[in-house]
């Protein structure tokens, strides 16, 4: 059963989803998800964990703007650039469960995991701050994404790459929706040149995580299904600095954050906010296993 729309689906029986509304099939349905030859489907799993929690953990942020956003016309932008990325993570999610073959899907892994079990980057789950930090967080985090999913558009895995090519034009925008913002806040008056300083240097002690390489990444990026992030940094840095000259604005001189025994958050090594986070997200489902509406 499908429907344009969750509202539709709500005053309909059928196929009830926890994390995406009522009446939604399986993303990938009617899709050869064959894991491809040579390619280790535990590690290919892995990977789209990767980029499906850092896409839902930072569109469950985003969601935190509703009635928040200082217009109503950012109102929408953010909830749209939410509702993106949770339909990316639904997609990497539900690969990851055709990838790993134990029958689990999107929802089993969005709302039965707990917080070691995560692989997202610390970045998506900070605390919200006011939104100098939003935009700044998001310039940062599109800016990376872009150039990851370009890159992935050439995977070996057919599902993969067409799931990049989908993102590539969601996160075009993005990126440009929270440029033109930090321009616009940099470039204005003395308090708002201040806030987004101020939201720069809150998220910058994370940016050293996301070109971290992990194992995973290594040996699927020497099979040429993944992304090396280490070899991002020159692009991101690029488009930053035009970012930033066009803010006058500077980049922020601090230190990475480092992990816990060189364990981060594609370790499942999280922030004190990921366990907070997750017990809102996953607190209705959790509370009444098995239950649809």
């Not at 992935?152 to 895995?157: E, F």
């Amino acid at each position: 059963m499908s429907f344009d729309n969750a509202y539709e689906a709500l005053t309909e029986e059928g196929d009830a989803r926890w994390a995406f509304g009522t009446g939604f099939e399986d993303p990938l349905s009617g899709v050869d998800t064959t894991v491809p030859g040579g390619v280790d489907g535990a590690a290919l799993a892995a990977y789209c964990l990767m980029l499906g929690d850092d896409a839902l953990v930072l569109s469950h942020r985003l969601q935190e703007w509703c009635t928040r956003a200082p217009e109503l016309e950012d109102e929408v932008a953010i909830a749209n650039i939410g509702l993106d990325l949770l339909g990316q993570a639904r997609l990497l999610l539900a690969r990851a469960g055709k990838a790993e073959g134990r029958g689990r899907g999107e929802d089993d892994y969005a709302f039965s995991r707990a917080e070691h079990e995560f692989r997202n980057v610390r970045l998506v789950e900070l605390e919200r701050g006011d939104f100098g930090e939003l935009v700044a967080r998001l310039l940062v985090f599109a800016t990376w994404r872009l150039a990851l999913l370009q890159r992935l558009t050439g995977s070996r895995d057919p599902v993969l790459a067409a799931i990049a090519d989908k993102g590539v034009k969601e996160v075009t925008y993005h990126r440009d929706y929270a440029a033109q913002w930090v321009v616009r806040l940099g470039d204005g008056t003395d308090h708002s040149h201040q806030r987004v300083t101020a939201g720069l240097a809150a998220v910058w002690p994370y940016v050293a995580e996301l070109f971290t390489t992990h194992p995973v990444e290594e040996a699927l990026a020497a099979d040429g299904v993944g992304v090396d992030p280490a070899g991002l940094r020159a692009e991101f840095d690029a488009v930053l600095a035009q970012v930033f000259a066009a803010a006058t604005l500077a980049e922020p001189d601090a230190a990475p954050i480092a992990g816990v025994s060189n364990r981060t958050g594609r370790d499942g090594v999280h922030t004190e906010a990921m366990g907070f986070l997750l017990a809102e997200l996953q607190s209705v489902a959790r509370a009444m296993p098995g239950s649809t509406w």
